[in-house]
């Protein structure tokens, strides 16, 4: 896997001490910001999620919606849960999320990657997805698959990932 910085339009920043960075994101967070932006942006894997405000956002990417109680418990079966928050001192605002599952120990798969479309364009897909790895990476994974809808195969191969050959190496089956 690569990872690369995205050198001027995203900085690493310190706008939060270090306290309040655990104690609102929790262990591990990332903070960091655009250049043209003042806002504060916070990758998460332990700040609590609101399932209505992930409900809004996956609808803000025109997925269709899903029973919140089948997300919720697709959540706690998850082996990692990531938000990634546009900081706010009372109101932090989930702008982008993805997770993934897993044994946990040799294989993840990536699912639901989204950025608002407020959002797009400035880097954040790409730093949630370097802070998901990099997550991954800390409890031992190597190897991440994911399956992506075909206008944003390019998002993926821009940050290293590569292509299974079409159609030799994937099965599907979907339930009707
Ligand atoms: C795909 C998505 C997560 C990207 O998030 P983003 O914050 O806009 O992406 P970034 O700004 O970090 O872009 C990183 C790079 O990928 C490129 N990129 C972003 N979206 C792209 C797309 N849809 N197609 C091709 N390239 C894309 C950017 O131009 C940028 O290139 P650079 O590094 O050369 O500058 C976001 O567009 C999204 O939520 N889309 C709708 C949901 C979706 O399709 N999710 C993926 C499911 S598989």
Known sequence: ?????????????????????????????????????????????????????????????????????????????????VGLWRHDEKFPRLVGFARCTGDGVIEANIWDVAVNPVYQGLGLGKELMNYILKELKRIGISKVTLFADAEVVSFYKRQGWLLEPKGTKCAFWYAN
């Open 1 to 81: 896997m690569i990872f690369r910085n995205r050198g001027s339009s995203i900085k690493k920043t310190k706008t939060l001490s270090e306290d309040e960075l655990l104690k609102k994101y929790g262990l591990n967070s990332y903070e960091f910001t655009h250049k043209d932006k003042k806002e504060v942006f916070v990758c998460s894997k332990y700040k609590e999620l609101d399932l209505i405000e992930l409900d809004q956002l996956l609808q803000t990417v025109g997925w269709s919606r899903r029973p919140i109680r089948r997300v919720k418990r697709a959540l706690e079966y998850s082996i990692l849960v």
